[in-house]
Nanobody
Framework: QVQLVESGGGLVQPGDSLRLSCAASGFSFDYYKIGWFRQAPGKEREGVSCINNSDGETYYADSVKGRFTISRDNSKNTVYLQMNNLKPEDTAVYYC???????????????WGQGTQVTVSS
């Protein structure tokens, strides 16, 4: 069955960097768009970044543009999210999702990972 396993979260200080990984299995990874979403306490889950399967086209939420970079390694069935210059407002549980219809909505997403906590605090 479809499995998505996130890793790489942690507690960091403002300005630090983290790299999240999403390891996928159970489906033809290289045929699907993969997205990163996050959910902060008391807030709705929101799209952060997505990467297409075919042309590698990427999408970033305005709040992370210029700081986060998404990439994929189809040989490893893994998507990465490099997060630089982290801010306290980036604190959230980060989830990866397979085949999101949109990177700006959680509607229609059936496959989620379990999430990894990112906390940015001084």
């Amino acid at each position: 069955q479809v499995q998505l396993v996130e890793s790489g979260g942690g507690l960091v200080q403002p300005g630090d960097s983290l790299r999240l990984s999403c390891a996928a299995s159970g489906f033809s990874f290289d045929y699907y768009k993969i997205g990163w979403f996050r959910q902060a306490p008391g807030k709705e889950r929101e799209g952060v970044s997505c990467i297409n399967n075919s042309d590698g086209e990427t999408y970033y939420a305005d709040s992370v543009k210029g700081r986060f970079t998404i990439s994929r390694d189809n040989s490893k069935n893994t998507v990465y999210l490099q997060m630089n210059n982290l801010k306290p407002e980036d604190t959230a549980v980060y989830y990866c999702a397979a085949d999101p219809p949109s990177c700006t909505s959680v509607a229609g997403i059936y496959y989620w990972g379990q999430g990894t906590q990112v906390t940015v605090s001084s």
